[in-house]
């Protein structure tokens, strides 16, 4: 028998609105769209913002690392530091890759968890923003997600398993369909991987993208035929910002003088740097040396209209903000640029999210949080 009607969102990480603009993305199926504006930050803001409809002023995720020597839970492996050398060997992909896995296992961390290239020696310095599945019951701690609104509501839901590929997710869903499940978020993340090698590449774009149409118009058919009506909705997350230049801001700052956990603490994101004053001297010297590079410290009004602003500072004392298309190389997140890299500011035009739905969307979605009480709304409706 089928259900009445079946609720749909599918999450695909940076279909930003430029790209669903540029290629008329299912644009037959889905003509109701809206450019919406993404969360300030990585996709370890704004996945938490879409599924909580909180923003990082409230739920305290910016970027996955923040200084915070009092709270770091990697104090007694950074004593151990010394042991991994030569640095050349252990930043290498496959070797962080392998070492993260472990020390995720050691601390039990559920969440998504990579070290980058965080020097190993300033982890005790470090704390870490998503030790905790955000996909699951109680994944935000004393803040409802996704999992724990639909459970209370008793909505017979599926969400995805973030750790499984996009193939496997969309195979799941199927068979959550196929199961009587009337509610569901299906994860795809491949999509962001393409375009942070390939963004320049208008063919390579296109060509994931009719992949992509494939598998959608097949998990929309499933639904079809297995409901009297089907709400379809696809979401993003962010854009991607083609590279137009890099910048070593961490080498200027360790020329300094300034000695790091005694002066000063930073966390070196690939658009931005996030500074936190240990002294007054740290903060005249590091402002100084910023003035040299393409970008600026974002303002208390900034950080509002952003919704990163938090009283605690814990994001940063001063949060350096590059201008669009310029990377920090090396940074804490990797040794090299890559072609394409979100995190700048929202208003630029590579920068903004887009939903697409069959059906009327409501004027009140315009920032990537909205996103949350939309998906409640059609899960009462059920």
Same mark, same amino acid.
């Given at each position: 028998?089928?259900?009445? &009607?079946?609720?749909?969102?599918?999450?695909?990480?940076?279909? =930003?609105?430029?790209? *669903?603009?540029? #290629?008329?993305?299912?644009?037959?199926?889905?003509?109701?769209?809206?450019?919406?504006? @993404?969360?300030?930050?990585?996709?370890?803001?704004?996945? +938490?913002?879409?599924? $909580?409809?909180?923003?990082?002023?409230?739920?305290?995720?910016?970027?996955?690392?923040?200084?915070?020597?009092?709270?770091?839970?990697?104090? &007694?492996? $950074?004593?151990?530091?010394?042991?991994?050398?030569?640095?050349?060997?252990?930043?290498?992909?496959?070797?962080?890759?392998?070492?993260?896995?472990?020390?995720?296992?050691?601390?039990?961390?559920? =969440?998504?968890?990579?070290?980058?290239? @965080?020097?190993?020696?300033?982890?005790?310095?470090?704390?870490?923003?998503?030790?905790?599945?955000?996909?699951? !019951?109680? /994944? @935000?701690? %004393?803040?409802?997600?996704? #999992?724990?609104?639909?459970?209370?509501?008793? *909505?017979?839901? #599926?969400?995805?398993?973030?750790?499984?590929?996009?193939?496997? %997710?969309y195979l799941a869903a199927e068979e959550a369909i196929e199961n009587g499940k009337n509610f569901l978020f299906v994860y795809t993340a491949g999509f962001d991987g393409v375009l942070h090698d390939n963004i320049k590449n208008e063919s390579v774009i296109k060509a994931k993208l009719d992949e992509m149409k494939i598998k959608i118009l097949c998990l929309y058919q499933?639904?079809?035929?297995?409901?009297?009506? *089907?709400?379809?909705t696809i979401i993003s997350d962010h854009g991607m910002t083609p590279l137009t230049g890099t910048v070593d801001v961490m080498e200027k700052i360790a020329q300094s003088g300034l000695v790091f956990g005694?002066?000063? /603490? !930073?966390?070196?994101?690939?658009?931005?740097?996030?500074?936190?004053?240990? %002294?007054?001297? !740290?903060?005249?010297?590091? &402002? /100084?040396?910023?003035?040299?590079?393409?970008?600026?410290?974002?303002?208390?009004?900034?950080?509002?209209?952003?919704?990163?602003?938090?009283?605690?500072?814990?994001? /940063?004392?001063?949060?350096?903000?590059?201008?669009? =298309?310029?990377?920090?190389? +090396?940074?804490?997140?990797?040794?090299? +640029?890559?072609? =394409?890299?979100?995190?700048?500011?929202?208003?630029?035009? #590579?920068?903004? !999210?887009?939903?697409?739905?069959?059906?009327?969307? +409501?004027?009140?979605?315009?920032? *990537?949080?909205?996103?949350?009480?939309?998906?409640?709304?059609?899960?009462?409706?059920?």
């Open positions: 028998m089928k259900n009445n &009607t079946i609720e749909i969102f599918l999450f695909i990480d940076a279909l =930003g609105w430029k790209i *669903v603009n540029d #290629h008329q993305f299912l644009t037959d199926i889905l003509p109701y769209r809206k450019k919406v504006d @993404m969360q300030f930050g990585y996709s370890s803001s704004a996945i +938490p913002s879409i599924l $909580s409809g909180k923003t990082p002023s409230e739920h305290g995720h910016l970027g996955l690392f923040r200084f915070a020597p009092e709270d770091s839970p990697f104090k &007694t492996f $950074s004593r151990l530091a010394w042991l991994f050398k030569p640095a050349s060997f252990w930043n290498r992909g496959r070797v962080r890759h392998h070492l993260s896995k472990l020390i995720k296992k050691l601390y039990g961390f559920t =969440g998504y968890f990579q070290l980058y290239r @965080m020097p190993l020696w300033k982890l005790k310095f470090m704390d870490y923003c998503e030790k905790r599945d955000l996909f699951i !019951a109680g /994944g @935000m701690e %004393n803040i409802a997600n996704l #999992h724990d609104t639909l459970t209370t509501m008793n *909505v017979d839901f #599926h969400i995805s398993d973030w750790h499984l590929s996009d193939d496997e %997710n499933k639904a079809q035929d297995n409901a009297q009506n *089907v709400h379809f005694k002066d000063y /603490g !930073a966390c070196y994101d690939s658009t931005m740097a996030r500074f936190y004053y240990l %002294n007054e001297k !740290a903060e005249n010297v590091i &402002t /100084g040396i910023m003035k040299d590079f393409p970008g600026h410290f974002l303002s208390e009004d900034e950080e509002k209209a952003y919704k990163i602003y938090r009283s605690d500072r814990i994001f /940063g004392d001063g949060i350096f903000l590059l201008d669009a =298309g310029i990377q920090i190389v +090396p940074s804490d997140m990797g040794g090299k +640029p890559l072609n =394409g890299m979100h995190g700048f500011a929202p208003e630029n035009e #590579h920068s903004f !999210a887009a939903i697409l739905s069959n059906g009327a969307l +409501p004027e009140n979605i315009e920032h *990537v949080a909205d996103y949350f009480n939309f998906m409640i709304e059609r899960a009462r409706a059920l």
